[in-house]
């Protein structure tokens, strides 16, 4: 070790790692139904996909996780994002390069992304 | 990128009780499943509340799964890890709230009093990573320590925060520095002790085996304040897995340049090494400890000198225990002021409890100085169970004193412990309820320090054993008044006049169960009886007559064939014969046998 620099920069690598332990309630959560039908329909690819996406962007205040079904199985997959405030925005069918758009328009940048959401795909 | 971090604790309780074998079927089942990449493993350290092991915690749910057995691995893995279903039946109870939500750890009772400092990465990181310390600002402190400060600022820093000994006498840390950076030489040493010895306690071990390099790095911090460039951990034998990790985390250190020469660029040298202890409790007395570093008979020998100014190897040397290292760090980073927010006016601070004994939630619990013993007992660590009630406390193992219920309320620290003729120790509570006799309690812990005194001087080798002669004298019921006298008597001689702590503390756990309970001393004494029915020459068994049914099931089972007696008629235990081994009255169906 010869600077401060080189344990700052280690530490922000190694942080990335364990940020998904610990209380944050802050956070923005992005739950990924994750039971037997939205697994049938792809939900683990969208799932990573989301996760990977979440790391590469280095975004702090976003927890990614898993869920059970929420009953609406012909929609899978589904991804729920809540904010602190409670306020649920769901997407379905959701595919990995969809998933892609909402971390940028949504997570980043405050954006639903309507046309993915249950709202525009029910009818 | 790993979307999920399952935590499985690799604490000695827990893995005594088969984590390392759930690991490895989790494993097993998350490759079945394709998750490798997915999924991340992580073995801990400690999580404090070792009565509900093995435990896993499942990140980033937080699902705090207790009393894991390998057999529930499979199911965790397809249910929770795969299909996002927490399994609730496995879900810590208390963290379930009527039935549905489940509510953080941090908000049960045994967490929500606790305020962790020493344990503040235990159970969270993976203590053979060093990686996963520095994600958590490890080594910052060194770092800044080396580039900003100069060692008399480390040493006011950690003078103005109040930090004070945590093996149990509680000298003040900054000053023990001070002397030590005042001494000139040309060699000096850091040296830690984490010799723990007393029964009960293992709040040192937990730290090392979850966070070892906390340890490592408040010892290159005093290093540094000191003016040393050596330090040596001894640790005890019996602790294989933090001897383990302790040499694991040394070797990472070094690969990453914060052990070793020129750390940091700053031309600052220093390194550790561990020298393991054989388990004499003796060696936890410092002088001792250092002659035994020496390579010589762990013996203590009379102070002055101080070690600050001859110690290992007659060159200054500081000496502090585990639980104060772990303490330094976040003192360098967030300032004495913070630390010295907490506590009471001399005690700062917060300090680890390990809860054993008659009580609900055995483990480890880090609270700031100042609780009560109340809280702790009842609300942490869920109260005596079984019915049974508080009878007292026991604090600072076979060196420390018992706490009477009536004294439950007030406020732990160092000097609040010493006035009521306990003292801190290094933190074992163990509780007792109204099974456990206090004289027999006397017993054990005189057969203890019998066994460990060294027999350097005469007064501890001898005194010891002629206590430990009159408290068996009393227990097998032919005590005598005289002889309360002279336990007494006896107990003064031997804190005035032993050469070390060892010998000066001894007496106290007959002198505390003398002061709050000298009624059971003398029922011994006076009635040839044991309140509690421990002492076995004093107790006899009886069966009732009217709640007898005469179903032969006590006969059966009397290993000595002491009881006898018609089918469907009373029966009746002969005392002659009787061992007094109990295994009637846990037969009984209906309750007649008595103890009295």
Known sequence: MKSLEELQAIRDKARRGVSLRGQNDNAVRVLVGMATCGIAAGARPVLNAIVEEVAKRNLQNVIVTQTGCIGICQFEPVVEVVSPQGEKVTYVKMTPEKALRVVNDHLVNGNVVTEYTIGANSN | ?596
């Open chain 2, 1 to 596: 990128m790993y979307r999920s971090n399952v935590l499985v604790c690799g604490g000695t309780g827990c893995t005594s009780s088969n984590s390392e074998e759930i690991i490895t079927r989790l494993k097993k089942e998350i490759a079945a499943h394709g998750l490798e990449k997915e999924v991340n493993v992580i073995r801990t350290g400690c999580f404090g509340l070792c009565a509900l092991g093995p435990i896993m915690v499942v990140y980033p749910e937080g699902s705090f799964y207790s009393r894991v057995t390998p057999d529930d691995v499979p199911e965790i893995v397809e249910e929770h890890l795969l299909k996002g279903r927490i399994v609730k039946r496995l879900l810590y109870q208390e963290t379930i709230v009527n039935d549905s939500t489940i509510r953080s750890l941090n908000d049960t009772p045994f967490y929500a009093k606790q305020n962790r400092v020493a344990l503040r990465n235990c159970g969270v990181i993976n203590p053979e990573n060093i990686e996963e310390y520095i994600a958590e600002d490890g080594y910052s402190a060194l770092g800044k320590v080396l580039t900003e400060m100069t060692p008399e600022q480390v040493i006011e820093e950690v003078k103005a925060s109040g930090l004070r000994g945590r093996g149990g006498a509680g000298f003040p840390t900054g000053l023990k520095w001070s002397f030590a950076a005042k001494n000139q030489a040309d060699q000096k040493y850091v040296c830690c002790n984490a010799d723990e010895g007393d029964p009960g306690a293992f709040m040192d071990r937990s730290i090392l085996e979850g966070d070892p390099h906390s340890v490592l790095e408040a010892m290159a911090i005093a290093c540094y304040a000191i003016g040393a460039s050596q330090g040596y951990i001894y640790v005890r034998a019996e602790y294989p897995i933090a001897v383990k990790r302790l040499q694991i985390a040394i070797n990472q250190a070094r690969e990453y340049g914060l052990l070793g020469k020129n750390i940091f660029d700053t031309g600052f040298n220093f390194d550790i090494d561990l020298r393991l202890g054989a388990g004499a409790f003796v060696c936890g007395e410092e002088t001792a400890l250092m002659t035994s570093i020496e390579g010589k008979r762990g013996e203590p020998r009379p102070r002055p000198p101080f070690p600050a100014l001859k110690g290992l190897f007659q060159k200054p040397t500081i000496l502090n225990n585990v639980e104060t290292y772990a303490n330094i760090a976040q003192i360098i980073l967030k300032g004495a002021d913070w630390f010295a927010s907490m506590g009471t006016e001399k005690s700062k601070g917060t300090k680890v409890f390990a809860l054993g004994g008659k009580i609900k939630h055995t483990g480890l619990v880090e609270v700031p100085m100042g609780t009560t013993l109340r809280e702790i007992v009842d609300e942490i660590g869920g109260g005596v169970p079984d019915g049974h009630t508080f009878k007292a406390a026991q604090t600072g193992g076979p060196s420390g004193g018992c706490i009477p219920a009536s004294e439950l309320d007030i406020p732990i620290d160092y000097d609040n412990l010493l006035s009521i003729g306990a003292m801190m120790g290094s933190g074992g509570l163990i509780v007792m309820d109204d099974t456990t006799c206090m004289v027999d309690i006397a017993r054990f812990f005189l057969e203890f320090t019998v066994d460990e005194s060294c027999g350097k001087c005469t007064p501890c080798r001898v005194g010891t054993r002629r206590l430990l002669e009159i408290l068996k004298k009393i227990t097998s019921g032919n005590g005598t008044m005289e002889d309360l006298d002279r336990l007494e008597e006896l107990c003064y001689y031997l804190k005035e006049n032993s050469l070390c702590a060892l010998g000066q503390t001894a007496p106290n756990p007959v002198l505390s169960t003398l002061h709050y309970f000298r009624d059971e001393y003398i029922a011994h004494v006076k009635d040839h009886r044991c309140p509690a029915g421990v002492c076995k020459a004093l107790t006899n068994y009886y069966i009732q007559p009217d709640k007898c049914r005469g179903c032969t099931l006590c006969a059966r089972n009397c290993p000595v064939g002491a009881i006898s007696g018609k089918v469907k008629e009373p029966h009746v235990i002969d005392t002659q014969k009787c061992i007094k081994c109990g295994a009637c009255m846990e037969k009984c169906k209906f309750g007649a046998i008595v103890k009295r």
